[in-house]
């Protein structure tokens, strides 16, 4: 199966910058090659090392925009044909431009021994065909390998759809019929929580977030969950601004690993406990790190958050690239899990620019899981209008 790019086209797109500067260094590559074989060119002088490189950029700089142009005509076609056909017009190309530049410098210097048309003109058209076929070959292996971890990731994203929907949703509809008699006011703000949660969910895969709007949804879910915990949930958020509180990041990023503190944490505590989540920026990064108290897991039984912070990873990973570091384990009587996300340039200076995020996100019903419990410490919540 075709390994297809975003747009749709199996051929490799050359009209990135790049990979043309690939193309380009694979053909200086090539003169390089020539240069170092032992007794391959006995008079390389600094003049004829340029005369080669010059002509071999025009070269890899003419078969480059020509397959560029010629992208979406080659994608039309099955691959072998495809590919077979590029290596033809690359072999081409490289056979025109060899004839011309040779007629030229047979013109220019008559009298210097120079090999034959047609071992130039060949050999060239050979030498060309080869490198663009090893250069097209790994650039169609690396769109295939983004297309599988784009997949993968798409697959985790249904995945954690597929996961949260259920139990969750059953659950807080519960909550809400127990509640609609009792309280009104707190039911219908408990309907617009959850809908607000799970148009996230539905449209993970679709569009980035913030980290502003990733805090307001951790908030509308620990909210949904107190109602049915009641105090034995308590929440506790520790910043330290100024935040990149318009970072952008895949959605449902908290969220996962809230949940998991909730379900494999709190709930299976007699007692309850905080839940203590910090953001704060540490060395160039933002770091996300959520403790809660929970009981020691039994040799065998297996890791309920595994497969949150896979997800989480691999969606980060994706993202952010590989500086990207996650970490969780049981730090004394809790479990901590921990996030570094690279910050660039232009977070940075946002998150000064923005100057306290919170608790004014734009959303009039955004608060606390606990009303007592204080988001920013040394700052008390506003009641809920």
């Not at 759809?161 to 408990?190: K, Y």
């Not at 990041?249 to 949940?259: A, D, G, K, T």
Request: aromatic letters at 8%.
């Amino acid at each position: 199966m075709a390994a297809q790019t975003p747009d749709g086209a199996w051929f490799p797109d050359l009209c990135r910058l790049p990979r043309l500067l690939a193309m380009l260094g694979l053909a200086e590559l090539a003169v390089m090659v020539v240069w170092l074989v032992p007794n391959g060119m006995r008079d390389w002088s600094a003049t004829a090392f340029a005369s080669a490189s010059g002509y071999a950029l025009w070269l890899g700089l003419s078969i480059s925009v020509l397959l560029c142009v010629s992208r979406r005509w080659l994608s039309s076609l099955p691959i072998v044909s495809g590919a077979v056909l590029a290596l033809a017009i690359s072999s081409i190309v490289a056979a025109a431009v060899a004839t011309i530049v040779h007629g030229l410098f047979i013109g220019v210097d008559a009298g210097r021994e120079w090999p034959s048309a047609w071992r130039f003109t060949w050999g060239s058209a050979a030498v060309a065909g080869l490198l663009t076929g090893l250069a097209l070959r790994y650039f169609y292996a690396v769109d295939r390998w983004q297309a599988q971890v784009r997949a993968k990731a798409r697959a985790e994203i249904e995945a954690l759809q597929a996961r949260i929907r259920p139990h969750f949703l059953f659950n807080s509809m519960n909550t809400i019929a127990g509640l609609v008699r009792v309280d009104p006011e707190v039911a219908e703000r408990a309907v617009l929580d959850l809908s607000d949660l799970f148009r996230a969910a539905l449209g993970a895969d679709q569009s980035d977030s913030t980290l502003r709007q990733e805090v307001d949804l951790a908030e509308r879910y620990l909210a949904i969950e107190q109602l049915r915990l009641g105090e034995r949930l308590k929440v506790a958020w520790h910043t330290r601004e100024p935040l990149p509180w318009a970072m952008t990041m895949p959605r449902l990023v908290l969220q996962p690993i809230l949940e998991n503190a909730v379900l494999h944490g709190i709930s299976r505590l007699q007692q309850g406990g905080v839940i203590d989540i910090t953001l704060r920026i540490d060395q160039g990064g933002l770091v996300i790190r959520v403790a809660n108290p929970s009981l020691a897991p039994k040799p065998g039984d297996p890791q309920g958050a595994g497969h949150a912070l896979r997800n989480v990873g691999l969606r980060l990973s994706y993202a952010f690239g590989p500086s990207v570091r996650m970490s969780s384990g049981w730090n004394d009587d809790s479990y901590v899990s921990e996030m570094r996300l690279p910050l660039d340039d232009l977070d940075a200076r946002q998150s000064v620019a923005d100057g306290p995020g919170w608790p004014a996100r734009g959303t009039p019903h955004a608060r606390p899981a606990n009303p007592t419990a204080h988001p920013v410490e040394g700052q008390a919540w506003p009641p809920r209008g």
